[in-house]
């Protein structure tokens, strides 16, 4: 079990045995992922304290429910569609205990639900969030990199992921405020051959 492993990875820093070190580690549950202080949240009812680790692509949580029972729950990032993190006030008013929390808008089984976690690590929370979606967008644009093939006569073209396709993987971009250009602010329109 855990005890077990512990004491071969000890055995391995007294020998000084890295490589066999750094193997048997890569096989610790959490291993790469980042940490975060347990807090409270809502998630699968109000009044359960999630410990938070971060990393692979989820945000891994052992809640505590009001009843003490444990509920581990693995929050992937491909289902997560936007997140907001919110600035509630001060305790002691000088702003030195900070009560921040992340709202996270999750797909579970077919169903969008916000899950809140009530913790100071709320912009560490979010900062983890977007770098793993940056990974996950620069992935998906290397692989697409790397399918473009020339088709040969004869046979169907190589199916790849397109820009288009990001999109629905879950993550929904802010909206953007757009308008419709006036006949003014056409300016290539204006523009004579003469002009050139």
Known sequence: G???RGLLLASYVI??????????????????????????????????TAALHVGNNEISCCITLPSNQIKEVNFKINRVRCWQ???????????????????????????????????????????????MIMEQLTTTQSNQEMQ????????????SINASQIFHSGFTPRKKLWSSPKEDDCVFEKIREEDL
Request: aromatic share 10%; hydrophobic share 30%.
């Open 15 to 48: 020998s000084c045995s890295l490589p066999q070190f750094l193997e048997l580690i890569q096989e610790v549950r959490h291993y790469g992922y980042m940490q975060l202080d347990s807090c409270p949240c809502d998630y699968p009812e109000v009044g359960c």
């Open 148 to 159: 473009i093939e020339l088709p040969e006569p004869g046979k169907a073209k190589k199916q």
């Open 2 to 4: 855990h005890r077990g």
């Open 85 to 131: 993190v919110t600035f509630l006030g001060s305790l002691s008013g000088q702003g030195l205990d900070q009560v921040l929390e992340l709202r996270l808008e999750y797909n579970n089984s077919d169903t969008w639900r916000w899950i809140v976690f009530n913790t100071k690590q709320a912009f560490l929370l979010s900062s983890c969030l977007k770098k």
